[in-house]
């Protein structure tokens, strides 16, 4: 099959057979919702026009540089911008990390989206070149186009006999229709524990994979909608199938090139995907990997799908990355790079050369530009509603308003983040809703960055050089 052929290229990368494995007992456990510094972000919320709304989607302000992702996001979903870059510049606490996460929800699931700081890169066991090789091919997906028969019918009887004293295992009947045939199939052990597990019964409409026996219940079919007084609100129902019980029926999948490169570079073959640390990967095999795909896509197997790669804090990466970034950039299977920095002059690090952005100026060339300015008072205020909504606290307006102050005054990081505190204040004194007075309590405790860097210039001599 084609998905299998492309994952394992090689005979001798064989997925481990799980004969020798002992199976253990999985447990539920129970889910934990956290709620991260972007959790609000759910697009860019721009109309059809591209035009930026005031608030919409957990975006706030900055028209012109989402209006600008958008122009950018639509050449993505155009294809019009494989491999090209853009920088996101600006101030901290501007929403540069808001807006790459506001592309990444609009471009849905399907499109890959790989998120990386650029301080990660000097930190893993490999050397850079290749830690930026693999997030470049985890921003790179491969559409892989195939075949598959199916059975597809409603259920109208299952027969499950009884094995005999001594027989090796169960055997049944099952019979399905649709609107214009019946056919009754003979089952055998695995078929039957597979309908026991999906709780399959008379009046389901399933699918049956004849590749790989997997069966899938679409819903209970309209004809049977009065069997029972109460239905369950999960309860789906759809038209019983037309035509033939056998079909053909076109599969797709999406993977990521890093993923083949790792199934193909490891003894476990698929079980390397969980392994976490993969380590460094032979160039021989990607240039193999590279070439199965391209002949796939002259085929008309497979199409190359151009992800987005986001490097935050790109001030951080030396002269030997930014080369690497030139050159790859110039790759004919290079994803879409939107960078991310909060610099303005300093030095390129591994040089003495000062830099706008501290980046080369041949790569500055590159790059197309948005830049984002400082939010308003009244902007700062609305995020801050958003996300006490996100963080299921009740704030009064004299709060928010002094909340916006703060972010005037310093950032709108630091007014963000007093919201936590004074809910422990509000809690811990028996109330529910935010005060302007606990706000002023929980600042007076902290510092932000500007308070404490003056009070270390008033300080001075108190501290250790």
């Not at 494989?82 to 929403?95: E, F, W």
């Not at 309860?235 to 790792?262: A, I, M, N, W």
């Not at 996300?387 to 909340?403: D, K, N």
């Not at 809690?427 to 404490?452: M, N, P, Q, W």
């Amino acid at each position: 099959r084609a998905l299998l052929a492309l994952l394992s290229l090689s005979p001798n990368h064989a997925m481990a057979s799980g004969s020798g494995l002992k199976t253990q007992e999985v447990k539920d456990i129970t889910r934990i919702e956290r709620i991260g510094a972007h959790s609000h972000i759910r697009g860019l919320g721009l109309d059809d026009a591209l035009e930026a709304r005031m608030v919409s989607q957990g975006m706030v302000g900055q028209a012109n540089a989402r209006k600008a992702a958008g122009v950018i996001l639509q050449m993505i979903k155009e294809g019009h911008i494989a491999g090209r870059a853009v920088l996101i510049a600006g101030q901290p606490g501007t929403g540069k990390t808001a807006i790459a996460m506001g592309m990444a929800q609009a471009l849905g699931t399907d499109t890959p989206f790989t998120a990386v700081s650029a301080s990660e890169i000097f930190s893993l066991e490999m050397n850079k070149t290749e830690a930026l090789t693999q997030a470049f091919r985890r921003s790179i997906g491969v559409r892989i186009k195939e075949e598959t028969e199916i059975i597809e019918g409603e259920v109208v009887e299952i027969e499950v006999d009884r094995p005999a004293a001594g027989s090796s295992g169960k055997t049944g009947k099952l019979t399905l229709k649709t609107t214009e045939m019946e056919t009754v199939y003979d089952l055998g052990q695995k078929m039957i524990d597979s309908l026991t597990k999906e709780k399959a019964q008379a009046g389901d409409v399933i699918t049956i994979d004849k590749a790989t026996g997997r069966i899938s219940v679409l819903g209970r079919s309209f004809a049977r909608s009065r069997d029972y007084d109460a239905m369950g609100p999960s309860t789906k129902f759809v038209q019983c199938p037309e035509g033939e019980l056998q079909k053909r029926k076109e599969v797709v999948h999406v993977v990521s090139l890093h993923e083949v490169d790792v199934i193909n570079s490891r003894q476990q073959g698929f079980l390397a995907l969980f392994a976490g640390d993969t380590g460094e990967i032979k160039a021989e095999v990607r240039e193999q990997i590279d070439q199965k795909v391209a002949e796939w896509r002259e085929e008309g197997k497979a199409e190359i799908v151009p992800g987005v790669l986001f490097i935050d804090e790109v001030h951080m990466l030396d002269i030997e990355c930014f080369t690497y970034l030139n050159r790859a950039l110039e790759s004919t299977l290079a994803p879409i790079v939107i960078f991310a920095t909060n610099r303005g002059m300093c030095t390129v690090r591994g040089t003495e050369v000062v830099a706008p952005h501290g980046i080369p100026v041949d790569l500055l060339d590159r790059l197309m530009i948005i830049r984002t300015m400082p939010y308003a008072l009244q902007e700062i205020v609305q995020i801050l509603s958003i996300r006490s909504q996100i963080e299921g606290l009740t704030v009064e307006e004299e709060a928010f308003a002094f909340l916006g102050e703060i972010g005037v005054r310093s950032t709108l990081r630091y007014a963000v983040q007093l919201l936590t505190p004074a809910k422990v204040l509000v809690s811990t004194a028996g109330r529910k809703a935010i005060t302007k007075e606990d706000v002023e309590e929980v600042d007076g405790l902290f510092y932000d960055a500007k308070a404490s860097a003056k009070l270390l210039l008033e300080q001075q001599a108190g501290y250790l050089s």
